[in-house]
Nanobody, 118 residues
Framework: QVQLVESGGGLVQAGGSLRLSCAAS????????MNWYRQAPGKQRELVAG???????NYADFVKGRFTISRENAKNTVYLQMNSLKPEDTAVYYC????????????WGQGTQVTVSS
């Protein structure tokens, strides 16, 4: 069973920065794709950024140029560096691990709150 533990959320003023971390247990991290999603109150969960096992990245348009996703396989950890934060970035941020073998298997963290004040 894979466990994902997020950290790094908090309260920050608009224009500030935060770095989220997500540590995974187990031995499948290096062969898994990793994503960050977020969910604001009353809204659907949305993809923020992703990084494949090979290091290819993708970003939602609303974070391009502001957020950077990275991974450190030696530490089983994925990061989300968030700069130039806006009040609309306020949400619970979730880490997602995707393992693709014979079928797709998703694992989720418990989420970390990010609040950006204006």
């Amino acid at each position: 069973q894979v466990q994902l533990v997020e950290s790094g959320g908090g309260l920050v003023q608009a224009g500030g920065s935060l770095r989220l971390s997500c540590a995974a247990s187990g031995s499948i991290f290096a062969i898994s794709d990793m994503n960050w999603y977020r969910q604001a109150p009353g809204k659907q969960r949305e993809l923020v950024a992703g990084i494949t096992s090979g290091g290819n990245t993708n970003y939602a348009d609303f974070v391009k140029g502001r957020f950077t996703i990275s991974r450190e396989n030696a530490k089983n950890t994925v990061y989300l560096q968030m700069n130039s934060l806006k009040p609309e970035d306020t949400a619970v941020y979730y880490c997602n691990l995707v393992l693709r073998l014979l079928s797709r298997k998703d694992y989720w963290g418990q989420g970390t709150q990010v609040t950006v004040s204006s």
